[in-house]
T-cell receptor, first 112, second 112 residues
Framework: QKEVEQDPGPLSVPEGAIVSLNCTYSNSAFQYFMWYRQYSRKGPELLMY????GNKEDGRFTAQVDKSSKYISLFIRDSQPSDSATYLC????????????FGSGTRLLVRP | SQTIHQWPATLVQPVGSPLSLECTVE??????LYWYRQAAGRGLQLLFY??????ISSEVPQNLSASRPQDRQFILSSKKLLLSDSGFYLC???????????FGSGTQLSVL
């Protein structure tokens, strides 16, 4: 079993839709949860950073962590064609390890 | 602001040939630097991590090596490339926390 599971998609939605992207994980030691956005042939960029459980909102983006279910989500409201990208979840245990564990990414396409 | 320079953007190399990818950073001193590899449809795999000049931690045994000859320079090398070395190579630096990575634009390596 992979430490982090993420549906590869692609997920195709019309412009203006609410998008829900998800990851599940198996390691209960994970404390930090991130979402990175990666445009085609570019490096990922940090989108959201969350510690422990709860919600975090930044503009049209909301990150949600449910540690009891080992499940994290990223919601995008009023999706735009410019949101079309691959979204990678990442997490770490908050210990001395320098390693982040990444999901394989979900490809999102927002149709005009 | 911090900048990461990676070159070349695209590279095609024959099996058995050597490799040298260079990453240089600007706008920061004594950064923690990373080399990641992203294979098609897969998550990011940590290859090497460096906290300073000459200090390299290897995450995955393979025919790749890394060196950090200067504070802001991180080099990924191979003496003989394998087909399985194909992938998207990304250099990254920490921005205040190991969970907050800033990535370069990457090098797409195809080994034929």
């Amino acid at each position: 079993q992979k430490e982090v599971e993420q549906d590869p998609g692609p997920l195709s939605v019309p412009e203006g839709a609410i998008v829900s992207l998800n990851c599940t994980y198996s390691n209960s030691a994970f404390q930090y949860f991130m979402w990175y956005r990666q445009y085609s042939r570019k490096g990922p960029e940090l989108l959201m950073y969350t510690y422990s459980s709860g919600n975090k909102e930044d503009g049209r983006f909301t990150a949600q962590v449910d540690k009891s279910s080992k499940y994290i989500s990223l919601f995008i409201r009023d999706s735009q064609p410019s949101d079309s990208a691959t979204y990678l979840c990442a997490m770490s245990g908050g210990d001395s390890s320098y390693k982040l564990i990444f999901g394989s990414g979900t490809r999102l396409l927002v149709r005009p | 602001s911090q900048t990461i320079h990676q070159w070349p953007a695209t590279l095609v190399q024959p099996v058995g040939s050597p490799l040298s990818l260079e990453c240089t950073v600007e706008g920061t001193s004594n950064p923690n630097l990373y080399w990641y590899r992203q294979a098609a449809g897969r998550g990011l795999q940590l290859l090497f991590y460096s906290v300073g000049i000459g200090q390299i931690s290897s995450e995955v045994p393979q025919n790749l090596s890394a060196s950090r000859p200067q504070d802001r320079q991180f080099i990924l090398s191979s003496k003989k490339l394998l087909l399985s070395d194909s992938g998207f190579y990304l250099c990254a630096l920490e921005q205040g926390a190991k969970e907050k990575l800033f990535f370069g634009s990457g090098t797409q390596l195809s080994v034929l």
